[in-house]
């Protein structure tokens, strides 16, 4: 079946580590997307990606970094520069820039 | 301003009822426009598109006014398995593929 995978579903990181989280799709999407989410609070867009070897920054990209050298993958790090980490992680793709997202089932990191 | 604003709510209203919820958007230019619900931890998957002359889908109805700068979901005949957060989306820089949440609406629908 076609989808996004993201992984792992939870994870816990002691304070000053870095983690990645993945995303990977067989939808043949062109564009990806990573958002984070707060409790009560909307989805805020960390980065995103139109095109293979291309991203840019969302509204809340600080310690935060992406990497998308193949069509199917958009990886999130999380580096221990980003002061409040824990939140849930949602990453998407779409078709093209105007067109429907399909979202990944969520990463939950708590930094202990 | 926020780029894309919705009333958090909640809207508790009874079953049968019909409710309504907007969502402001501040770039004039944007051009596509969505509704996604989400429920309790899980991820948020799409209710409607929005097109400039309006859709409806049984219960629900999206509109969009231009110029005005929102769009509306409305919801007849409420269920309780219509309780949610509803979410509006809006691509708000023209072809950038910047795609903005609104930070949702809850929606109670109470027996």
């Known amino acids: 079946d076609g989808g996004i995978t993201q992984s792992p579903k939870y994870l816990f990181r002691k304070e000053g580590q870095n983690v990645t989280l993945s995303c990977e799709q067989n939808l043949n999407h062109d564009a990806m997307y990573w958002y984070r989410q707060d409790p009560g609070q909307g989805l805020r867009l960390i980065y995103y990606?139109?095109?293979?070897?291309?991203?840019q920054k969302g509204d809340i990209a600080e310690g935060y970094s992406v990497s998308r050298e193949k069509k199917e993958s958009f990886p999130l790090t999380v580096t221990s520069a980003q002061k409040n980490p824990t939140a849930f992680y949602l990453c998407a793709s779409s078709k093209s820039w105007i067109g429907e997202l399909f979202f990944g089932e969520g990463s939950r990191l708590t930094v202990l | 301003r926020k780029e894309v604003e919705q009333d958090p709510g909640p809207f508790n209203v009874p079953e049968g009822a019909t409710v309504a919820f907007n969502c402001t958007y501040s770039n004039s230019a944007s051009q596509s426009f969505f509704w996604y619900r989400q429920d309790c931890r899980k991820e948020p998957k799409l209710l409607m598109s929005?097109?400039?002359s309006g859709n409806e889908d049984g219960r629900f109805t999206a509109q969009l006014n231009r110029a005005s700068q929102y769009i509306s979901l409305l919801i007849r005949d409420s269920k309780l398995s219509d309780s949610a957060t509803y979410l509006c989306?809006?691509?708000?820089?023209?072809?950038?593929?910047?795609?903005?949440f609104g930070q949702g609406t809850t929606l109670q629908v109470k027996p």
């Open positions: 929005v097109y400039s």
């Open positions: 990606s139109q095109i293979v070897n291309d991203f």
């Open positions: 989306v809006v691509n708000t820089a023209g072809n950038t593929g910047k795609l903005i």
